[in-house]
């Protein structure tokens, strides 16, 4: 049996063709992210969902339709089959009735990037790979590095000084090189690029999108939500946007099912939603262009989404396009506000960037763009408990001889 069915690389602006079997960063002609390509023909003939229900309840379950070549090149600490979970409170609250939580903060290392970490390392491993370098809003660069001790792989973190505290934290625990900067992940970008340029080949750079193999890790949420749902697909996905990456994803992966014939009908509309203080896209998308600008003095308690200028915009202003999807803002007071309002009816403490599209989803809703009776899905992408400022604690301190009555 093989495991995985990857064919080759392919450009994602220009469809020029790369060879798989060896590290790649962008493409060489015009210096866009490539895309993982699959004999889809050989999967079809070689598993079915029927198979795939039988594997272990993990994103490996998957492995035809991931990189990596040989089994025991893949690094995993469990990844994968987080819970699409029913919202009937929260959901009849804001006139959602069919609304699901996907809970990405059920997953190692307390966020969805375990997923892009867990493929992108296992591959980089395999191909020979032993030194990388990432700059990252937090949890990217913690995944990795964690992944990274995992697959005995050295890495070098640099992230904005103003990044979740605790992905320091697991960085330094997981002894890897990290570095902090005094300004966004687009500096951490740059110093990253010259720490590569100057390593003639002896760091690989794994920032988002630069390497083709995240994004394959990522894509497991959309092959998911679909077996998840009885090989069917909701009629809307929202998901919090900073690179993009999972968005690109879950619309590759869905692009793949519908070409195995997994599932059919029309692709659900992908919402991209972005914060108020940081929003290319959304203003790229409302302006009607292909890709977009940077966004100078970008800001937002979301943290993970402050991402001023994605490599990948064209592929995520794409992917809404054609799924007749949308992009839309919310403010900081917003998702701090559904934040408590999704843990007080439903008991989940999720992530700001996860409440980022909760409030999406109802500002959607509110002005008709989702129907009362359409079955929604909201990415939480990470873990609350990672973010203990989002939520201010004025409890009294009692005396040990206190009473309450
Ligand atoms: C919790 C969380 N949600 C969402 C994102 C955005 O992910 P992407 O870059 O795939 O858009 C990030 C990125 O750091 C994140 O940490
Ligand atoms: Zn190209």
Redo the contacts with the bound molecule.
Sequence with gaps: MTFSQLSHLECGRCGAVHDSERPQNLCTKCSSPLLARYDLAAVRASVSPADIAQRTPDLWRYHELLPVRDPSAVTTLGEGMTPLLPMPRYGERIGLPRLLMKD?GLIPTG???AR?AAVGVSRAAELGIKRLAMP?????GAAWALYGARAGLAATVVMPVDA?EITRRECVASGTDLHLVDGL?SDAGRIVGELVAASEGRVFDTS?LKEPYRIEG?KTMGIEIAEQLGWRTPDVIL???????????IHKALNELRELGWISGPSPRLVAVQAEGCAPIVRAFERGEPESQFWADSRTV????N?PK?LGDFLILRALAETSGTAITVTDAELLAELREVAALEGAYV????AAAFAAARKLRASGWIGADEEVVV?N??AGI?YPQTVPVDAPILPVDGHLV
């Excluded at 990252?136 to 990217?140: F, I, Q, V």
């Excluded at 998901?239 to 994803?249: H, Q, S």
């Excluded at 992530?351 to 996860?354: A, I, L, T």
């Design positions: 990405e966020s969805f990037k892009g990252t809003n937090g949890n990217a979740p992940i988002t990522k998901y919090p946007t900073g690179g993009g990456v999972g968005l690109i994803g979301a943290f993970g989404i991402v994605p992530c700001p960037e996860g990415l992408t990470g990672k």
